[in-house]
């Protein structure tokens, strides 16, 4: 079976700073990768989607990036963070030819 | 408006006592997933339907999905202080391509 990792698992940023998180999956091969936030009082929003290396689709527009430089890697990006990015961050994984979404154990993030 | 609605948003059992958790769509659903989180983890998987009128069933959970796939149902049957947490149902509109979109969820506790 496949495990996700995340890291780190708690983030506090001032506003304009960087961001990086990564992802990264053991387990399987090829697999669609993807970034959820969940934000209080707003559920849990898709934001990228992968279905390879470089293979980048933004689901809403937004202050955030993602990459894909190896096909078990997942990152979540930002140059300058605004306050509203505060959130749970979670990566999942779905394997080629399965149905089921596997997720991390995310990583939360303050911006302040 | 959403195009996913749970109900209730929140519930309060007494240990021993069944619920249910309804999950509602706009529209059409490809496939529907239930999940369960606990405050600040990763979601884990509980059931996924895809045909209308299906019925799965784990341990003392059963999850529905109606015949028009856009209303689904998951029972619990005498609850556990362990079946305690978050209760997510997410929708795949896109064809099985893993994009979900998820209701409000349902936070139930369960009362020893």
């Known amino acids: 079976s496949q495990t996700i990792h995340q890291w780190p698992a708690t983030l506090v940023q001032p506003v304009g700073s960087p961001l990086s998180l990564e992802c990264t999956v053991e387990g399987t091969s090829n697999p669609n990768l993807y970034w959820y936030r969940q934000a209080a009082g707003r559920g849990l929003q898709l934001l990228f989607y992968s279905v390879g290396i470089g293979q980048i689709s933004s689901e809403v527009p937004q202050n955030l990036s993602a990459s894909r430089p190896q096909d078990r890697q997942f990152i979540l990006s930002s140059k300058k963070l605004l306050l509203s990015d505060s959130g749970f961050y979670l990566c999942a994984s779905r394997r080629a030819g399965a149905n089921v979404l596997t997720f991390g154990a995310g990583s939360r993030l303050t911006v302040l | 408006s959403q195009e996913l609605e749970q109900s209730p948003q929140s519930l309060i059992v007494q240990e021993g006592k069944n619920l249910t958790i309804n999950c509602t769509s706009s529209k059409t659903l490809y496939g529907l997933y239930w999940y369960k989180q606990k405050y600040g983890e990763g979601l884990i998987f509980l059931m996924m339907?895809?045909?209308?009128?299906e019925e799965k069933s784990h341990e003392k959970i059963t999850a529905k999905l109606d015949e028009k796939k856009q209303q689904s149902s998951l029972h619990i049957t005498a609850s556990q202080p362990s079946h305690a947490g978050i209760y997510l149902c997410?929708?795949?509109?896109?064809?099985?391509?893993?994009?979900?979109?998820f209701g409000q969820g349902t936070t139930l506790q369960v009362k020893p």
């Open positions: 339907l895809q045909k209308g009128g």
């Open positions: 997410g929708a795949d509109y896109s064809g099985n391509t893993g994009k979900l979109i």
